[in-house]
């Protein structure tokens, strides 16, 4: 019965988890930039590649949520 909270808290943390390493991500790229100017091109790349990296990390979360739930609906489901 406590399945389903459980997989919600862990959807969750793994969205809280991605949006905070994003913040962290462009505060560096950013301090990054303002440090080296001449290299903001390449930390630009790098900058958009993680931020790509970890929202796809992000979206994977989404339907192995979902997934766990539907292999786990019947369980939910009164026994009649």
Not at 3 to 24: H, M, N, R, T
Request: positive net charge.
């Amino acid at each position: 019965v406590l399945q389903a909270p459980s997989e919600a808290i862990a959807g969750s943390l793994a969205v809280i988890a991605g949006a905070f390493c994003q913040a962290k991500a462009v505060s560096a790229g950013c301090e990054g930039i303002s440090r080296n100017p001449a290299g903001a091109p390449h930390i630009r790349f790098l900058l958009i590649f993680g931020l790509v990296l970890i929202e796809t990390l992000v979206i994977y979360a989404l339907p192995i949520t979902i997934i766990i739930l539907m292999v786990q609906w019947g369980n939910y489901l009164p026994k009649a």
